[in-house]
T-cell receptor, first 114, second 114 residues
Framework: GAVVSQHPSRVICKSGTSVKIECRSLDFQATTMFWYRQFPKQSLMLMATSNEGSKATYEQGVEKDKFLINHASLTLSTLTVTSAHPEDSSFYIC??????????FGNGTRLTVT | AQSVTQPDIHITVSEGASLELRCNYSYGATPYLFWYVQSPGQGLQLLLKYFSGDTLVQGIKGFEAEFKRSQSSFNLRKPSVHWSDAAEYFCAVSFSGGYQKVTFGTGTKLQVIP
């Protein structure tokens, strides 16, 4: 079955630094990838939608200069949290779709900013 | 406004007992409806979906869900719960059609006791 690999699974960084999270579709071409943020005991909130080769579409309230999304190839999208602060600590999950197919989710990245 | 609601934050059932998780939505038409399951620290797995047709849909792992238009509901059921079913369950709705941009409910955490 379709597999989405998300890396790293956990990352701890210091306040003010940037951290990059990768989302890869291993056995299919992901024309669209989605990035979500999940706070403890809460639901997933869609942050942005990225289509290969074009700029990401951010949801209202999401700072695009802070959460940089790049979808340079059909198998890789990256989310970079720039100048991270403790309030950015969260669980980030990506999902990928091939031409409107069912979403396949990565296993998430636990980001802790100290 | 478009929304999806899961009234139960936490449910505890005994192993072997039946299960019903509630989901209601608010929308002027019939949206696409999904149930996902999330194990701790993991991504989401699609259990089942409803687009149209038969209102009782079967999914993986022995789950089923019934769409009731009159009640704007899409409740998830399982006749006999196994300990491995303990997880967080999310109802999700696509108001724009397809699998793509979905809105997740707040989730219901299922605990299974021996």
């Amino acid at each position: 079955g379709a597999v989405v690999s998300q890396h790293p699974s956990r990352v701890i960084c210091k306040s003010g630094t940037s951290v990059k999270i990768e989302c890869r579709s291993l056995d299919f071409q992901a024309t669209t990838m989605f990035w979500y943020r999940q706070f403890p005991k809460q639901s997933l909130m869609l942050m942005a939608t990225s289509n290969e080769g074009s700029k990401a579409t951010y949801e209202q309230g999401v700072e695009k200069d802070k959460f940089l999304i790049n979808h340079a190839s059909l198998t890789l999208s990256t989310l970079t949290v720039t100048s991270a602060h403790p309030e950015d600590s969260s669980f980030y999950i990506c999902s990928a779709s091939e031409g409107g197919s069912p979403l396949h989710f990565g296993n998430g990245t636990r980001l802790t900013v100290t | 406004a478009q929304s999806v609601t899961q009234p139960d934050i936490h449910i505890t059932v005994s192993e072997g007992a039946s299960l019903e998780l509630r989901c209601n939505y608010s929308y002027g038409a019939t949206p696409y409806l999904f149930w996902y399951v999330q194990s701790p620290g993991q991504g989401l797995q699609l259990l089942l979906k409803y687009f149209s047709g038969d209102t009782l849909v079967q999914g993986i792992k022995g789950f089923e869900a019934e769409f009731k238009r009159s009640q704007s509901s899409f409740n998830l059921r399982k006749p006999s719960v196994h300990w491995s079913d303990a997880a967080e369950y999310f109802c999700a709705v696509s108001f724009s059609g397809g699998y793509q941009k979905v809105t997740f409910g707040t989730g219901t955490k299922l605990q299974v006791i021996p």
